[in-house]
């Protein structure tokens, strides 16, 4: 049977608490990564949306190349959930939300520092991430998603100064770069 390549987007979801700082500065690094690939990236929040992007933010983010000078924030809704092929949070609380949302998710949710670490070097297939990571990400161990370490957890930079956005846009690019690559790479051609 010949296989019809699939045209249809990967999409990306990235989650915080509002909306405000961290998913939308996540979602901007990564659309500037992906260029033209076949990713598509949202973000969401927990909280009423509707919001701007503290004008901190807004110049930190413009200070690295970023426009979010008209990011509102948007809350998440479940069918968000259900039709993103993978679920990136900034902590693992957003992330145990998320579950406890739509049980279902569970393989395809990760706190953004855990993907990173988790996907490259994986064998994965050029199309069908979300298929693909059903299969080969249930097994792993709920306790990922308990405790207090906080090392897969991005600081909300909310209220904070220039130079606390500045530490959490670095750490996302890191982050959220790496993951870029890995989901733009054709596995098939390495």
């Known amino acids: 049977m010949t296989r019809v390549p699939s045209h249809d ?12 700082c ?8 990564a659309r500037r990564a992906a260029g033209g690939s076949a990713l598509e990236f949202s973000s969401a929040g927990f909280l009423s949306g509707g919001l701007p992007v503290p004008p901190r933010g807004v110049r930190v983010a413009a200070a690295r190349g ?3 000078s008209t990011h509102l924030s948007r809350q998440i809704r ?3 959930v259900e039709a993103a092929d993978v679920i990136l949070t900034m902590t ?27 996907l490259p070097g994986r064998e994965r297939p050029a199309e069908g991430l ?6 080969e990400a249930r097994d792993r161990s709920r306790s990922e998603l308990f405790g207090a370490v906080r090392d ?8 904070s100064s220039a ?10 690019e890191d982050s959220v770069e790496a993951i870029t690559r890995a989901l733009t790479v054709n596995p098939s051609t390495g």
């Open 92 to 118: 693992r609380a957003h992330s145990r939300e998320i579950v406890a949302l739509d049980p279902e998710a569970w393989p395809r949710v990760f706190t953004v520092k855990q993907f990173a670490r988790w």
């Open 66 to 68: 970023l426009d979010l």
């Open 163 to 172: 130079r606390v956005w500045r530490r959490v846009a670095v750490e996302l």
């Open 9 to 20: 987007p990967t999409r990306v979801l990235f989650v915080c608490t509002a909306n405000q």
């Open 22 to 29: 961290r998913s939308s500065l996540a979602e901007a690094i």
């Open 130 to 135: 979300r298929n693909w990571l059903n299969a």
């Open 152 to 159: 897969d957890d991005v600081v909300d930079p909310v209220n």
């Open 78 to 80: 479940l069918s968000d």
